[in-house]
């Protein structure tokens, strides 16, 4: 005889019929500010939340079970729907891995390049943040100006790699493309546009702005030790006075090469964690503007040298038969890493973003593990939203800024 289906434990303790003002909503997952399929479960006490239970799986594809059935190369673009607002982020954590795995290092322009386009794609997903947590808030006119400046910069993107969204931009062992002619001074010149609108458009709406802050100020309290507890990174947890920076801490790239700051709240609420990400824009530009000279002190090679694992330059290819037939065998048949396995943690704008990866020399990793930061302040809902009003958990949700794409993955 079937078994009944079996409530959580969640489940089990709700009273559905109730004499007092408790009562049990479903925030999500059709609404707008659950950003995403979130579905969050709200007991409420008249307004205020007493207990939270996000519900997660209303998107997920499977993705690390993909990278199991397909070769190392072949995998890349997927990672691109991780977090869809940062894709260039994610390329590169995987190919950083793999190039891990295989002991090999990308060449110095590959490097300056893929350090430009990390913290153009920084920025990127910075403005998306300042626009949908103004918009879920109310103020419409940021969502318009921020989603203005992102738009230039993903004009740099598609110059570069011919796509907005989903860049691919990445390879394992370098980058595909060399920076077309004019694209540096493009940037230079957004960066310029950006640091003014900071100033001058973006925090002289927010900043001092009386019902912003009311809204944010002691709205989402994330102490250090709970932010510890709960495997928070990134903006979260720098939101909360502890200054962790993988490019600081593990530098990757160039970042050990570059000067820039790393900015920290003390106020540990959403305010606090809103002029985060401002100053990091801030640092993204201070960035950028150090990586143009490097750029033209470099020799121009775009990929790494290893026949066993990284196709020849197509002028190779073109001319020389070995070439084209080693081509040949990595594209049908996928490269062979060594066996052995390995986790590479990289600072992407949500947070640690690391993939591990354990490899039994076949062109199929044999494991992939995705560590997403998203995963970690979804679950942290259940504790931060307890004791809150219902009209803050919007705020709460737009400020852990988790996108669902690297969540139900």
């Known amino acids: 005889m079937q078994q009944p289906n079996k409530l959580s434990p969640f489940f089990e303790n709700l009273n559905f ?34 207990k939270a239970y996000p519900d997660i799986g209303y998107l997920h594809r499977g993705i690390e079970k993909m990278a199991e059935n397909m070769t190392y190369n072949e995998f890349l673009p997927t990672t691109d729907r991780l977090d869809y607002i940062a894709s260039t982020s994610n390329n590169y954590a995987y190919a950083l891995a793999v190039e891990k795995l295989l002991g090999i290092e990308a060449p110095r322009r590959a490097q300056v390049i893929r350090t430009i386009l990390l913290e153009l794609n920084r920025i990127i997903s910075h403005l998306f943040f300042i626009a949908t947590h103004a918009l879920d808030i ?36 370098g980058v595909p493309l060399d920076l077309p002619e004019g694209w540096l001074a493009s940037t230079l010149r957004f960066c310029e546009t950006v640091e003014y609108e900071l100033e001058h458009t973006y925090n002289a709406l927010l900043e001092e702005n009386r019902i ?99 196709s020849a330059p197509k002028e190779e290819i073109m001319t020389q038969n070995y070439a084209l037939m080693q081509h040949f065998v990595l594209v049908t048949q996928g490269m062979r890493p060594p066996k052995g396995e390995v986790y590479v943690p ?62 139900d993955r």
């Not at 989603?147 to 110059?159: G, I, N, V």
């Not at 990174?233 to 050990?256: F, H, N, Q, V, W």
């Open 212 to 310: 912003w802050k009311m809204r944010l100020e002691d709205v989402g309290v994330l102490t250090p030790e709970d932010a510890l507890s709960w495997g928070c990174t990134g903006p979260m947890l720098r939101g909360s006075g502890i200054a962790y920076d993988i490019r600081k801490e593990e530098p990757y790239e160039l970042y050990s090469e570059l000067d820039f700051d790393v900015p920290v709240a003390d106020t540990n609420d959403s305010y606090g964690r809103y002029r985060l990400y401002m100053a990091e824009m801030t640092q993204s530009i201070r960035i950028i503007r150090q990586l143009v000279p490097m750029y033209r002190e470099t020799e121009p090679q775009l990929m790494a040298h290893a026949p066993q694992y990284i």
């Open 17 to 50: 019929e109730r004499d007092d003002n408790t009562m049990v909503i479903n925030f999500g997952p059709q609404h707008p500010s659950a950003h995403g399929q979130l579905r969050l479960i709200l007991e409420l006490d008249g307004e205020q939340v007493v």
């Open 138 to 173: 109310g103020a419409m006119s940021v969502f318009l100006y921020a989603f203005r400046e992102r738009e230039y910069a993903m004009d740099l993107m598609e110059d570069y790699c011919g796509a907005r969204l989903t860049h691919s931009s990445v390879r394992i062992g």
């Open 346 to 407: 990289t600072e992407s704008p949500k947070g640690e973003l690391g993939f591990y990866i354990k490899s039994e020399g076949e062109p199929y990793a044999y494991r992939l593990k995705c560590r997403a930061p998203s995963f970690f302040h979804t679950g942290l809902l259940q504790e931060i939203l307890v004791g809150t009003y219902i009209a803050d958990v919007v705020t709460i949700i737009g400020s852990t800024n988790i996108v669902f794409g690297e969540v």
